[in-house]
């Protein structure tokens, strides 16, 4: 949560989650591996994209499918200073892995009968286990097949209809805080991701059901 305790909420709620940085491993520790293999700075990767609009221009091209994953790599390989961009978003997420407690959360949840979605911004359609969505997801929003990202107020409202609830009843979860605050904006209850171990028992208290 953003701004100080939130009371369980009365309803049934619905719990939407983002992906990379929730259900797997921290995504900004990959990126930080890629660029010390690729004998870059640490945080060359993200601090192209806070210092430069022309890279969080492409970022969000193709966040919403107006480019694909062989165009923006090449283009932020070039800004980069790399040669070579195969499977540059392979190579970008190679140090991620599922985060098996929030995992299991989320199909706890669903078991309980929480209604429960993905919302998630994609670099692409390919790092999405699909086959395991039925068991995790009762809807699923992936930004480059509807055509919005977060914070756009569209996609959380998308994703909370594919789930068949109101935004207000709707808890969010994100690693990232502008996501946060844009589901916050529609009147959904947000965590700000930092680890299962927090994670959880805030899920747990407003869902008001057993997720350990």
Same mark, same amino acid.
């Given at each position: 949560m ?60 193709? !966040? @919403? &499918? ?8 090449? =283009?932020? /390989? #070039? ?6 961009? %195969? ?53 699923v929003?992936?930004?480059? !097949? @509807? &055509? ?8 959380? =409202?998308? /994703? #909370? ?6 935004? %207000? ?20 209850t ?8 927090t ?14």
């Amino acid at each position: 949560m953003l701004a100080g305790p939130t009371p369980r909420l009365r309803s049934s709620p619905g719990l939407l989650v983002d992906f990379g940085g929730v259900l797997t491993t921290n995504v900004f520790e990959s990126f930080r591996a890629f660029c010390e293999d690729e004998g870059l700075d640490p945080n060359a990767f993200l601090d192209l994209f806070r210092g430069d609009g022309g890279a969080r221009s492409d970022l969000r091209e193709v !966040e @919403v &499918g107006k480019i694909d994953e062989d165009e923006f790599a090449r =283009r932020i /390989g #070039a800004r980069l200073g790399l040669d070579d961009t %195969e499977n540059f978003i392979d190579r970008l997420f190679a140090r991620m892995a599922p985060d098996g407690a929030m995992v299991a959360a989320v199909k706890r949840a669903k078991a309980a009968g929480v209604r429960t979605g993905l919302v998630s911004n994609s670099l692409g359609s390919g790092r999405y286990d699909r086959e395991a969505f039925p068991e995790l997801f009762d809807g699923v929003v992936i930004s480059g !097949e @509807v &055509g919005f990202h977060k914070p756009q107020p569209e996609i959380y =409202r998308l /994703g #909370a209809e594919r789930i068949g609830l109101p935004p %207000e009843e709707c808890v969010f979860v994100d690693d990232l805080r502008e996501n946060c605050e844009g589901a916050e904006a529609l009147g959904m209850t947000a965590i700000l991701h930092r680890g299962a171990g927090t994670t959880v028992p805030e899920l747990e208290r407003l869902l008001g059901v057993d997720l350990s």
